[in-house]
């Protein structure tokens, strides 16, 4: 016997107490399941800190120079921090450099025809806001630029200027950014992999708590199969979004990129393993040494994920877990050891590294830098938002009215499902940032005291910028609260950024509900015939894990996008007319066939399990009239 087993015997009569890590992990696969981001791991200190400084350093000039127009260059330097992709550098560059050269375009013409009256200053930030949600067409590293350019403009309208004034502005805009782009490019330089090793272990952390919670319910001894299949379910759809997370960011490198995509791939491996092994503890009962190798599994899942955090990567002591827990496993009944096995084999070939850095085509860009259709109804769509909402501020005399077309500008996405959580998320973070910033006020009201306090305001806005958008949004209202009330001292200034982002988000929200909706084609319905087709797919592919991994891919992402909505329109009310239960039974019936085939993927029998579960989809999918 091991020595190590001596520990697991004295410890799995307990189940691991919840740390606060795994609470956090257990919010975020809620709050994904309804739309709503969370994603711990994505936390970026550096990241953060880089930004206060660049932010603080202009703050600071501000304060000792006495000239409040220095606000603009912290208004840059602070937005080009946000239009960093991170990555490689040559990305960087456009983006921070896009926004910037866009920004000072943009600025100094809104500010002149501000100055020449609200309907003319309003006129031109329309046609500036429509061209500047274009870039959209070019992705997502473009449309962040974009909108920003945008936030520029819906601001600087409400900064009049003579020409003298408004190119003096720009100025100090543009030195700010160009600040921002030194200190992000040369002088505090963050490895270009970074977010992508962020990434990849945000993957098997999310298997390790899929793990530590198998164990748990092993250790309780009398779980039923409906808490195996929801706790099975919950954790499928966490881990299938972090691996395509972890895809898309790989695809993003432009070198180095053999022992990201080795991680990618081996976690999705070990996934499939991980299916095979939850599908078997719901219908089997788990044995003594089962909870062994559970506690195996567990500790090589977390080798990996620091592995995969690190710079350099170390596989010794994940080969030492993975030749551990394939002994253990032998010593299982056929279905439990062939799914530990294939976990064991995954961290095995994981161990190993990459043998050779492989030539990585260029991906083909299907689309990309067309203008189409969708693409200038939404444009349009936030334009004549914009326009509501600049109307209404001037109606209702709102101070710093700026705040609420701001609002309207970043909350309006595409579709309707997503821009009210993000709408509801950013009133939620503007109410909790104004009285965080009003309680900070009312103690530490001096000068000084407040450029203190925009350092860390500063640094956990950049950081958390990737982590949830609510807690995001937090921060930067108690930052920008704080940076006016030291440049341009008043009352009320904690109210009035809470407010006006309420009225901006909602004018967003109706926007978006109102003006030239888009829907996707065939709704609800459409969503679950998809799922069914590729599950289907799923359970007839060959018995190899390597041919199956596109279709197991595939029914993984069609099963979590169909339950991400009907959680989605549970929330909204609709659970009567959009026969939402029943959904959720045709649902339960593909993690059903999906667990059943990967049983039988790896090799360990499971044709029975794989017909009970296709008998229980095509009852399901008959009540709701889909094929099958």
Avoid at 431 to 454: D, E, T
């Amino acid at each position: 016997m091991r020595a190590q087993d001596l520990g697991f015997r004295q410890t799995i009569r307990h189940a691991p107490a919840w740390s606060v890590v795994e609470a956090v992990y257990r919010l975020s696969r809620w709050l994904e399941t309804r739309s709503f981001g969370l994603t711990p791991e994505q936390i970026g200190v550096s990241e953060g800190m880089r930004a206060a400084t660049a932010v603080v350093v202009v703050v600071g000039l501000a304060y000792v120079l006495h000239w409040p127009g220095l606000a603009w260059a912290a208004f840059g330097a602070f937005w080009c921090c946000l239009a960093d992709p991170g990555g490689p550098d040559r990305t960087r560059l456009k983006a921070i450099g896009g926004f910037a050269l866009g920004g000072a375009l943009v600025l100094p013409c809104v500010s002149m025809a501000g100055a020449l009256g609200p309907v003319v200053g309003g006129a031109v930030m329309l046609a500036l806001v429509f061209l500047t949600n274009l870039p959209r067409a070019w992705g997502g590293i473009a449309a962040v630029p974009g909108i920003l350019v945008s936030v520029v403009a819906v601001v600087g309208v409400d900064y009049p200027r003579s020409p003298a004034g408004a190119l003096l502005l720009a100025g100090v805009f543009l030195a700010g950014c160009l600040w921002a782009m030194l200190l992000c490019l040369a002088l505090w330089r963050i490895h270009p992999h970074a977010p992508v090793r962020r990434a990849a272990a945000s993957i098997f952390a999310r298997e390790a708590a899929m793990v530590g919670e198998f164990l748990a319910l092993v250790q309780q001894g009398d779980a039923d199969e409906a808490a195996w299949t929801a706790l099975d379910s919950a954790h499928r759809r966490a881990v299938r979004l972090a691996i395509e997370r972890g895809r898309v960011a790989v695809a993003r490198l432009e070198s180095g990129r053999a022992r990201h995509e080795l991680a990618v791939d081996g976690a999705d491996r070990l996934f499939a393993g991980l299916i095979a092994l939850g599908h078997y503890l719901a219908h089997s009962e788990a044995p003594r040494r089962l909870g062994f190798c559970l506690w195996t599994l567990h500790a090589a899942v977390l080798e990996a994920e620091h592995q995969a955090a690190n710079r350099r990567f170390n596989g010794t002591r994940l080969a030492g877990f993975a030749a551990d827990l394939a002994q253990d496993a032998r010593h299982l009944s056929i279905p439990a050891a062939r799914a530990f096995g294939l976990c064991a084999a995954s961290l095995a070939s994981l161990a190993e590294g990459p043998v050779q850095p492989a030539r990585h085509p260029r991906a083909e860009k299907t689309g990309a830098g067309r203008i189409t259709a969708p693409i200038l109804r939404h444009a349009a769509r936030v334009t004549v938002a914009v326009g509501m909402a600049y109307i209404l501020a001037a109606w209702l005399h709102l101070a710093f009215s700026y705040w609420a077309t701001m609002a309207t500008v970043m909350v309006m996405q595409p579709l309707a499902e997503t821009t009210w959580p993000r709408s509801l998320e950013r009133i939620i973070g503007s109410l909790g940032g104004g009285l965080l910033a009003a309680l900070l006020l009312a103690v530490l009201p001096a000068k000084p005291f407040l450029l203190l306090l925009v350092f860390p305001l500063a640094a956990m806005t950049i950081a958390f910028k990737s982590v949830n958008y609510t807690v995001f949004v937090l921060f930067l209202t108690s930052l920008f609260v704080l940076v006016i009330a030291m440049v341009q001292p008043g009352g009320g200034i904690p109210t009035a950024r809470a407010l006006n982002n309420v009225i901006g988000a909602l004018v967003g929200t109706a926007g978006v509900l109102c003006l030239w909706p888009e829907r996707r084609e065939g709704g609800l319905r459409a969503l679950l015939q998809a799922a069914v087709v590729a599950n289907l797919r799923l359970a007839v592919a060959p018995l190899s894990q390597d041919v199956a991994a596109q279709e197991r891919r595939e029914a993984g992402m069609a099963s979590s996008e169909a339950e991400t909505a009907v959680a989605r329109m549970r929330l909204e009310g609709r659970a009567r007319r959009e026969r939402l239960h029943e959904a959720e039974e045709l649902l339960t019936a593909l993690r059903g066939v999906a667990g059943a085939a990967a049983v039988r993927a790896v090799g360990a029998g499971g044709g029975g399990d794989l017909a009970q579960a296709m008998t229980q989809l095509h009852v399901a999918a008959e009540r709701l009239g889909l094929e099958a």
